[in-house]
């Protein structure tokens, strides 16, 4: 065997392997064999597992740092749902990296803030994969301005795509976890160290998220008994379309209350996720909300 075909089978091992411990950790049967073709009395691990990991929704995973989480969790050999709401291009790029990497995946599109989209979401996974094992919480805007000069739409838009599209993905989320016997499940929201300090221009987003921190706590409390834990990541400034718009002006000033004088990267937000979601040591990590925000807040 050549170097790099040994390396590409270590991987695809060490791939199918932590799948098996992730399906463990959520309750499924442990096929090892599965994918895994014979060759001449030997067994060949093919270079793309197939993928039977625990089933993964991400929305907003077109870009920035929902799309840096569905790989990660991809890469496990997750099968992940890759949700957007404008971005066909971008989330379908997302998918084909999923599956180059030895994950499954398919794109949904859906507006989180939308009832109806939320179910159709669900339904689509379910069609799919025949389960839910974890939901990420990901999908946000902004409309930032004053208090003063706020308008209802923006807060609005706001609320409905930050809050209350959180809240239908975790109520239809529990409710299809809570359909495969025994119950488990992972949530993980991705609130804003705003949500915990607040922040000038910012009130309808850190509302928004410090209701996503609430909603957290609450989960964790009302689910804890059926296996479900539920958990708030809150990133400060990480390098996306989103702080793009900031400008280096405003960015100058932001670096100097960061600790670390830098933005986060999506893919350290997306290491984090993956241990919550996926690890079977964070399964006793429920109701918190965990900054990774190169020390602003502490
Ligand atoms: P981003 O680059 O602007 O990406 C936003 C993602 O959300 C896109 O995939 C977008 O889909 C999707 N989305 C927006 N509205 C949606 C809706 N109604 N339904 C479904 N998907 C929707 O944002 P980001 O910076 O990666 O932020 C991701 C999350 O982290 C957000 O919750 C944000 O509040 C939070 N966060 C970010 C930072 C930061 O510094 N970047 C800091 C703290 C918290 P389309 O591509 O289809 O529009």
Redesign the pocket.
Known sequence: MTTAAASVTRSAVTRVSKSLKQRAAFGAAVRPTRGVPVTAGRRVLSTRAEADGPVCIV?????????AIALALGETGARVVV??????G??EEVAAKIKAAGGDAIVV??????EE?VKRLFKETMDAFGEVNVVV??????RDGLMMRMKMQQWQEVI???LT?VFMMCQEGTKMMGKKKPVKGRIVN?????GVTGNAGQAN?SAA?AGVIGLTKTIAREYSGRNIVCNAI??????????AELGPEIEKKILTTIPLNR??Q?EE?AGLVKFLALDPAAAYITGQTICIDGGMVM
């Open positions: 929305t907003g995973a077109s870009r920035g740092i929902g799309a949700n957007y709401a404008a971005s066909a971008p989330a599109q859906a507006n989180v803030g939308q989209d919480n990901n999908a946000g805007i902004t409905d795509t930050n599209g991705i609130a804003s160290v705003v987003y998220k809150a990133p400060g400034f990480i390098a996306s379309d989103m702080t933005y986060g999506p937000v």
